[in-house]
């Protein structure tokens, strides 16, 4: 146990020291230039298009129709289910049916009218381009010579450069 508590101060001692032997690495070089690389996108959207359009629909004149197509039918279903235990619902059946049908009836001997819908539909995209920035083309001197690189970003009047030690200079 006593060995674990030696080995990890050792351990996080000899990371520490590489760590500030890279940083000691990197020197401060002098940006004299920054400029912008971009790069052009497509944008879809996607394009609605709306239109009124007329319908024309057949309405009855009048609720008279339905109304005696009921009763007509109640009075037929009733007729048809007596002597029956679910009289009730021979007449109630009888009254929907006759009701629809009259209803039918009425439109077929009403008017015509003449409504407006919009409907909406997807047509396609609209397709636009913009130039976004793409990154940066950085020119920087260092030691008396100057050099290039295209960076994500723009690093200011000053950038930090990595000089490996084991180049002669």
């Known amino acids: 146990m006593k060995s674990l508590f030696i080995v990890v101060?050792?351990?996080?001692l000899t990371a520490c020291s590489n760590h500030n032997?890279?940083?000691k690495n990197y020197v401060q070089a002098t940006v004299t230039s920054a400029v912008p690389v971009y790069k052009t996108v497509e944008i879809r959207k996607p394009k609605e298009v709306c239109e009124e359009r007329q319908v024309v629909?057949?309405?009855a004149d009048s609720a008279a129709p339905t109304i005696v197509g009921a009763i007509i039918g109640g009075a037929l279903g009733n007729a048809v289910s007596r002597g029956?235990?679910?009289?009730?619902?021979?007449?109630v059946a009888g009254a929907v049916i006759g009701g629809a049908i009259g209803n039918d009836v009425g439109k077929q001997n009403g008017s015509e009218v003449v409504?407006?819908?919009t409907v909406c539909y997807r047509a396609g995209?609209?397709?636009?381009?913009?130039?976004?920035v793409d990154g940066y083309q950085v020119t920087y001197q260092l030691n008396g010579r100057e050099y290039t690189v295209v960076m994500d970003r723009?690093?200011?009047p000053q950038?930090?450069?990595y000089v490996d030690p084991s180049i002669n200079r």
């Open 57 to 59: 629909k057949r309405e």
């Open 84 to 91: 029956r235990s679910n009289k009730n619902v021979g007449m």
């Open 115 to 117: 409504h407006l819908e």
């Open 154 to 156: 723009d690093p200011g």
């Open 159 to 161: 950038m930090p450069v």
């Open 21 to 23: 032997y890279a940083r």
């Open 125 to 132: 995209d609209e397709i636009s381009y913009e130039s976004v």
């Open 9 to 12: 101060p050792v351990l996080l």
